[in-house]
């Protein structure tokens, strides 16, 4: 698991004296390669049983980008076998780990309650989360400030003639509506895109204050939901756009010196260069959206992303996007 930094990544201890309980700390991991998969989504018995089939890499790491389960127990059985498999393990929610099941198969528990909830768990498998302090990755590819975060969405990712008090409607024109307004509530919040905002803010102070410590080092920021609307291409549901992010954070790659941007949600594996920032989206998917994959004998070892070292790519400007299959 992650060790100390070397000395020239902490801070002097004058300085470690008067740092806050909420700074960033700095690690040092001795690791191979950063691997990321999102939306593995294990209520489902097919990606239940291929998770179980995960191949260990125990010197490598691995980002879980949200939507691992929609239960406590289903979040269980993704990160004990996450931690069986690699070093160290990180998580950030989606959807669905917010999800308000009933209590028949789960706690009942609302919004930011639901949310600490798998906080908690994951800490029990050691499993670093957004509301713990980053760790810079020094393995292949290293070093760099790997940063999970937390943002939703604020049904901002929308045409400029459409108004955010008829978001949800234009959706529901063409048969598009997203089951978090059903099961996704934001206490103690007003509305999801309250609590966005709070989010965003929160995460934004907490990534400047990382740039602040490592002005030198990259980053690496994990974030179920995409960080950019240009990146949200939903041919067959395209009004699904608004359940998507935020464009909030549109220059959040430029800004906080993103080497890589992972995310997951959309279950369109692509891999796009915005501004030399290679961003990942690396959903596994419902058993229909990766059936093509099973039928040539490729599961979620095939479908893991190599974030670190990683694909190489321009140092500044755009790529177009490739699509992937699996890999």
Request: aromatic share 10%; glycine share 6%.
């Amino acid at each position: 698991m992650a060790a100390n930094l070397s000395a020239s990544h902490e801070l002097k201890n004058e300085e470690a004296d008067n740092a806050s309980a909420s700074s960033i700390a700095a690690n040092k991991t001795r690791l191979n390669k950063l691997h990321a998969i999102s939306d593995i989504h294990v209520g489902f018995s097919e990606n239940k049983i291929a998770w179980s089939n995960l191949r260990p890499r125990r010197n490598d790491g691995l980002i879980l980008c949200g939507d691992v389960g929609d239960t406590i127990d289903q979040l269980r059985h993704a990160f004990s076998r996450a931690t069986e498999c690699f070093d160290t393990v990180w998580w950030c929610p989606g959807n669905h780990e917010l999800y308000t099941m009933s209590r028949k198969s789960g706690s009942g528990s609302r919004g930011e309650q639901k949310y600490q909830e798998c906080v908690d768990l994951a800490r029990e498998y050691k499993i670093h989360t957004p509301e713990d302090d980053f760790v810079v990755w020094e393995g292949q590819g290293g070093p760099a400030v790997i940063a999970p975060i937390f943002t939703l969405y604020d049904y901002s990712f929308r045409p400029d003639d459409v108004s955010l008090e008829g978001a949800v409607k234009w959706a529901e024109e063409k048969d598009t509506v997203a089951t978090d307004e059903y099961l996704l509530h934001p206490d103690p919040h007003n509305s999801r895109q309250e609590w966005c905002k709070a989010l965003v803010e929160r995460f934004e102070a907490k990534l400047e204050a990382a740039k602040a410590k490592f002005p030198s080092l990259p980053f690496i920021i994990a974030n179920h939901w995409p960080l950019r609307q240009d990146l949200v291409r939903l041919k067959f549901i395209p009004r699904f756009s608004i359940w998507c992010g935020t464009k909030l954070t549109d220059d959040w790659h430029r800004r906080f010196n993103a080497k890589v941007v992972i995310s997951g949600h959309l279950h369109i594996r692509r891999t796009d260069w915005k501004d030399g920032c290679r961003f990942e989206e690396v959903s596994l998917g419902y058993p229909r959206q990766w059936k093509a994959c099973a039928d040539m004998g490729r599961g979620v070892n095939e479908l893991l992303r190599e974030i670190l070292p990683g694909q190489q790519g321009p140092e500044t400007g755009d790529v177009p996007t490739r699509w992937r299959i699996y890999g």
